[in-house]
């Protein structure tokens, strides 16, 4: 089945240690998105990547690191430097040449 | 500043009847817009999209309507059903296909359906 995975589903962090959150997609799609929720903010964009070894910040990229060494994989790293990086993180992937976004079903962080 | 906007945080109707969900958009280039449907600790699931070039889009029990001149568009749901129970977020992107990038996201509007 085709489709966009995102694991852990549920991460603890000690305060000040980087962790890093997996999202994986067999959709072949070119661009991926990483969101973050927050309880009344809606989902707003911390960084996103339309071609491999490319990447763009987006509203709150910072304390946060990206990478995207291939087509199927976005991994978001939350640095010691994000103030407050408890959150629910959801990945998104899209074609370029398509229409809607579609979600993995998120990582819940929590910094203890 | 935001650019696209959901006013209403809850919205409470009853089963059978019409629910109205509204979004605005400040963004004179976004021309691509989308409904997302979210239950709690889960990805958002698209739920239908409309482009500039209409003013309505039909699918099922949803409608969405765009307005370009007032810059809002609404989500419509007759009847609605318990299970529609969620929270809905409006979505807008400049360029069809994400040729623009990204998809910018409204506050949403949690929808509860009584029975």
């Known amino acids: 089945d085709g489709g966009i995975t995102q694991s852990p589903k549920y991460l603890f962090r000690k305060e000040g240690q980087n962790v890093t959150l997996s999202c994986e997609q067999n959709?072949?799609?070119?661009?991926m998105y990483w969101y973050r929720q927050d309880p009344g903010q809606g989902l707003r964009l911390i960084y996103y990547?339309?071609?491999?070894?490319?990447?763009q910040k987006g509203d709150i990229a910072e304390g946060y690191s990206v990478s995207r060494e291939k087509k199927e994989s976005f991994p978001l790293t939350v640095t010691s430097a994000q103030k407050n990086p408890t959150a629910f993180y959801l990945c998104?992937?899209?074609?370029?040449?398509?229409?809607?976004?579609?979600f993995g079903q998120g990582t819940r962080l929590t910094v203890v | 500043d935001q650019q696209v906007k959901q006013n209403s945080p809850s919205l409470s109707v009853q089963e059978g009847r019409i629910s109205i969900l509204n979004c605005d958009y400040t963004n004179s280039m976004f021309d691509y817009f989308l409904w997302y449907k979210k239950y709690p600790a889960e990805g958002p699931t698209f739920l239908i999209s409309?482009?500039?070039?209409?003013d309505k889009n039909e699918d099922g029990r949803f409608t969405v309507f765009l307005n370009k001149s007032a810059k809002h568009l609404s989500l419509h749901i007759v009847p609605s059903q318990p299970g529609d129970s969620a929270v809905y977020f409006c979505a807008a992107s400049e360029g069809y296909g994400g040729s623009q990038g990204n998809l910018i996201f409204g506050k949403g509007t949690k929808l509860s359906v009584k029975p």
């Open positions: 409309i482009s500039s070039i209409k």
């Open positions: 990547s339309q071609i491999v070894n490319d990447f």
């Open positions: 959709l072949n799609h070119d661009a």
């Open positions: 998104a992937s899209r074609d370029l040449g398509g229409t809607e976004a579609f």
